[in-house]
């Protein structure tokens, strides 16, 4: 599990495809601390540490993880939102997360406001009656509070905090991210699904 604070922007240093396409990604997170068989949220996509080194892990992802991502678009020297799995104890900072992506948002529009950024993301149909005004969403790992909706769009405004330690800062137009949708948001439509039907 995961809270959407991330921690730490890596680099994607290697990329060598197979079976499962293998990365290694540059990270300041101390070696010692990396266990193999980690999880760690690349870019909000839950993946498991299968090598380390002085400065770098590896990852394997499969096929389905490439076709559904942003990681299918990778190459080295892309920039990467990492955040470490959830321990027991933590300061929830953000909202619940799961690691698994839902789909891609596309960014409209980024503009100045005040020493913030507005982002304005275009989401697939059938994941926008998830968004919610002041719910919870992520977008590449980071936990955002959805400012308003209209149909498939809706805006968010990134501080100059959450610029400088993600990947926003760097963030345009026409560009795709990762989102995932808020677990509780999921369930209380997939509930009222179920609900049973008048007569």
């Known amino acids: 599990m995961f809270t959407g604070i991330i921690t730490d922007i890596g680099r994607v240093r290697a990329i060598e495809p197979g079976g499962d396409t293998r990365l290694a990604i540059t990270t300041a997170f101390a070696a010692a601390t990396?266990?193999?068989?980690?999880?760690?949220?690349?870019?909000?996509?839950?993946?498991?540490?299968?090598?380390?080194?002085?400065?770098?892990?590896?990852?394997?992802?499969?096929?389905?993880?490439?076709?559904?991502?942003?990681?299918?678009?990778?190459?080295?020297?892309?920039?990467?939102?990492?955040?470490?799995?959830?321990?027991?104890g933590d300061e929830l900072g953000g909202h619940i997360l799961a690691g698994h992506v839902d789909g891609l948002a596309r960014i409209e529009s980024r503009t100045a406001e005040g020493q913030s950024l507005r982002f304005v993301f275009q989401l697939p149909p059938a994941l926008a009656r998830y968004v919610a005004p002041k719910g919870s969403v992520a977008l590449d790992g980071v936990s955002l509070t959805v400012n308003e909706v209209e149909g498939t769009r809706f805006g968010v405004n990134i501080i100059p905090h959450s610029q400088k330690m993600t990947t926003f800062g760097g963030?345009?137009?026409?560009?795709?991210?990762?989102?995932?949708?808020?677990?509780?948001?999921?369930?209380?439509?997939?509930?009222?699904?179920?609900?049973?039907?008048?007569?």
């Open 34 to 88: 990396i266990e193999i068989g980690a999880s760690i949220a690349c870019s909000g996509i839950c993946l498991t540490v299968v090598d380390k080194g002085a400065d770098w892990f590896a990852v394997d992802a499969s096929a389905e993880t490439l076709s559904c991502t942003t990681l299918k678009d990778w190459r080295p020297g892309t920039k990467v939102n990492l955040e470490r799995a959830l321990k027991v």
């Open 171 to 199: 963030a345009a137009a026409g560009m795709d991210v990762n989102i995932e949708i808020d677990v509780l948001a999921r369930y209380v439509a997939r509930l009222k699904e179920m609900e049973p039907q008048g007569c």
